[in-house]
């Protein structure tokens, strides 16, 4: 087994800056799914903190900076995980395992659903950020289809990129659902759209 060297961990000031920066990606997170990108402000979350706008400011210089840190922050989280998982067990083991996973992270679910919404407007600084983000997973489910299909977990006759937007779609809507009104089976229901998604109709 290969060993690897870990990478030393941040000392001294700047150990200090990473920690105070997360802090405020923390804050904002909360904030943003609260009030939303327009709804909430850099004062907010300074206060959040007990700190100055100033402080925050010297870490973000705009909110729209801070807004992006906080979305590849929530991003980043079980996204190696995923694809790595998709290829161990298939698209539908793999997929309501991250479904039951985010119900465990309901500020997170908030955040994309609010924000996602907002930035349905093209001047919203976050538009160009969701569109790419979308088309990245939209191909990574899409891609890992094909390979279930390769190896005969998913039938041959399934349109890989349709049933990707398909998924996406139907997650989006009962990922809403559940944020309005907690169900325990709403994991089970996003097992059974992925079933009618991924069977070969002609069966």
């Known amino acids: 087994m290969t060993r690897t060297t870990p990478t030393p961990k941040p000392r001294g000031p700047y150990a200090k800056t990473a920690r105070r920066q997360q802090d405020i990606i923390d804050a904002a997170t909360n904030v ?3 009030s939303g990108y327009h709804g909430g402000s ?8 007990g700190m100055s706008l100033t402080s925050v400011v010297h870490h973000f210089s705009t909110k729209s900076d801070l807004l992006i840190a906080v979305l590849e922050n929530a991003d980043h989280t079980g996204a190696d995980w ?4 998709m290829r161990e067990v298939g698209v539908r083991v793999a997929l309501p395992e991250l479904v039951e996973s985010n119900f465990r992270r309901p500020e997170l679910l908030r955040l994309f659903t609010i924000l996602s919404s907002e930035a349905s407007a093209p001047d919203h600084p976050a538009h160009g950020w969701f569109a790419r983000r979308y088309s990245r997973v939209t191909s990574q489910i ?3 289809i094909a390979e279930d299909q390769a190896i005969g977990r998913v039938a041959g006759s399934v349109d890989a990129p349709e049933a990707a937007k ?10 809403l659902q559940w944020l309005l009104t907690p169900d325990e089976q709403m994991g089970a229901s996003f097992e059974r759209i992925l ?5 070969d109709a002609q069966r």
């Open 42 to 49: 850099l004062r907010d979350i300074a206060r959040t903190l």
């Open 82 to 85: 995923l694809e790595d998982r």
């Open 195 to 199: 079933a009618l998604i991924l069977t």
């Open 166 to 175: 398909l998924i996406i779609a139907a997650w989006d809507g009962l990922q």
């Open 32 to 34: 943003f799914a609260t």
């Open 142 to 144: 899409a891609e890992s």
